[in-house]
């Protein structure tokens, strides 16, 4: 007998069902789960995870991915429970994550084709040209699917060469979060991605209306989205008239050995040198490490040093709360499916369609009240 199916009335088949419900609270939270991820959140190996996914799978109240689970859409669930739904399409969609800012993507999306009657076939990938192409010939292998929604690593001659390839394929493909670059223009892909250069220029602004007067910029370069925050951040610098060869922008994705405290303290005293009051940070989570690195030094956020963050997947969780700015990660989802509907009704007659949605800035405790710097543009406390 497993065991994780002991006899009736053992104490251990009664932790079981409580780690089922809290794998069904992880899913209504997030919308996705993994197994690697749940397993190291409750302590179990990951054979037991994958066993408890494959029991609620059976029971219609996930559906499985590679690499984790969903919830399930209402035609998924019709179809467990004998009703075989007549699903107009298949659509395959590859996300670099399951845990990550992705979750509420796939959610907008399966919301979506069950308004289209589309199927979506998830599958979890990871930042890696090799590793997306797998998922997306797997699913062209074994799923007969009709389109195929992607947000793929672009990075340097295999991202580039994946480009290309997605670009030839016979069937529909719809970028999330994704953009082909000038040099590789891929004229036959459609996308839907966030105007993040619109949003970090939202975060400038408001520093600005807050009194701050220089806004240093801190992103990582190994994400994709951090080029285009770097960019709204130096155009809104500039329409500021605030010169940025003068501003701190610095790269998380270069410090040494990774030794992120070393790092801060490096960002703190370039702050320190240039008066500099407000930070504009990517992602969340790199925001949330610079706020406590900045009140383990003494500072005071939001009075020496204002932050916020971008993605707005956990800064509520900081102390104090980090404004940040939020993608419309769902619409992400749902737009691109809707593009994938229109394609496969009109086909080639339809102009390819490439759209940018804004993101909102949400405010609170870290960027709000004037800087309290002196004149002397010197930081307080210890760096």
Known sequence: MSPDQPSEGSGRSLFSLQRRERLMEELRAHGAITVRGIAVKLGVSELTIRRDVNLLADEGLVSRVHGGATLPSPLDRSATAGRTPQHSYSIGMVVPSLDYYWPQAISGARAEAEVQNMRILVRGSAYDAADNRRHVQALLDTQNIDGLIVAPDMTGENGQELLRWLNALPIPVVLAERRSPVENPAHRLEWVATDHAFGAGMAVRHLWQEGHRQIGCLTDSASPTSPHVVRGWRQAMAALKIPVEASVQEDSAKLANGDRAAHFDHV???????????????????????????????????????????????????????SAVRPPKQYVGKVA???????????????????????????????????????????????
Do not use: W
């Open 268 to 322: 703190l005293e370039l702050c320190k040198k240039t008066g500099t009051t407000a930070m504009l940070v990517h992602s969340d989570t790199q925001a949330v490490a610079f706020v406590q690195h900045c009140v383990d030094k003494g500072l005071q956020v939001p009075g020496d040093m204002a932050i916020v963050g971008y993605d707005d997947e956990v800064a509520y969780l900081a102390e104090p709360a980090i």
């Open 337 to 383: 499916v809707q593009l994938m509907a229109a394609r496969l009704a009109e086909g080639r007659m339809r102009p390819v369609h490439r759209i940018e949605l804004n993101p909102e800035l949400i405010l609170r405790e870290s960027s709000i009240g004037a800087p309290r710097v002196p004149a002397s543009g010197v930081l307080q406390g210890s760096v």
